[in-house]
């Protein structure tokens, strides 16, 4: 089975601090996510890459940069933590291109911003 | 711009029930469809997924049909149990490897 693992289950920061949220996945897979979940909005897609040193803007990108040394992890960064930023964060991954292999996500993160 | 509309947003039915859970979407040039569950303060799992070429996915007492030209799918779960309880979302991907997701379905099957 695909693991998708996400560091932190919860999280507490501070206005203004730098965050990372990691995820790492163990099936090789080429496609990883992160959304995030907010009451009445969904899922909102925040960036994804399709290979290492790749990224690309989902349609919230505003505030968050990623980070994908190795395969297997993609990191979410916020530069300066603000109170909008909490919500529930998902990671996810994908086999590859024009595949047609299920989307797997991580367990969650919620963020709290104070 | 895809869009991808689930109703109704939430549904209580009694255990046992059969029941059918519905999504549609504006763009009919999909590649395929996917319906997750999610568990309160859990991440998505991945239930069915549909390529385009196909019309229906069964798993257990899960099946989910696609009909492209019409912009529908249904997720039709039989002998509803309380454990189904969740929250139900489908997804739909276009050219790119992204997903356009609904917001759900939060379904409870009461015993």
């Known amino acids: 089975d695909v693991k998708v693992t996400q560091s932190s289950r919860y999280l507490v920061k501070r206005t203004g601090e730098k965050v990372f949220l990691e995820c790492v996945q163990d099936m090789d897979h080429e496609n990883m996510f992160w959304y995030r979940q907010d009451p009445g909005l969904g899922l909102r897609l925040i960036y994804f890459s399709y290979d290492v040193k790749m990224k690309e803007k989902g349609d919230i990108p505003e505030g968050y940069s990623v980070s994908r040394e190795k395969k297997e992890r993609f990191s979410l960064i916020l530069e300066s933590a603000s109170t909008n930023q909490t919500s529930m964060y998902l990671c996810?991954?994908?086999?590859?291109?024009?595949?047609?292999?299920?989307?797997?996500f991580g367990n969650g993160t919620r963020l709290t911003v104070t | 711009k895809q869009e991808v509309t689930q109703i109704p947003a939430a549904l209580s039915v009694p255990e046992g029930e059969n029941l059918v859970l519905n999504c549609s979407f504006t763009d009919s040039a999909i590649y395929n469809l996917q319906w997750f569950r999610q568990d309160p303060g859990k991440g998505l799992t991945s239930l069915l997924l549909?390529?385009?070429?196909?019309r229906e996915q069964t798993s257990g007492r899960l099946n989910a049909s696609l009909d492209k030209s019409s912009g529908r799918s249904t997720l039709y779960i039989a002998a509803s149990q309380p454990g189904d309880s969740a929250t139900y979302l489908c997804a739909v991907r276009g050219g790119s490897e992204k997903l356009v997701f609904g917001k759900g379905t939060k379904l409870t099957v009461n015993p």
């Open positions: 996810a991954s994908s086999l590859g291109d024009r595949d047609n292999s299920p989307l797997h």
């Open positions: 549909i390529q385009s070429s196909q």
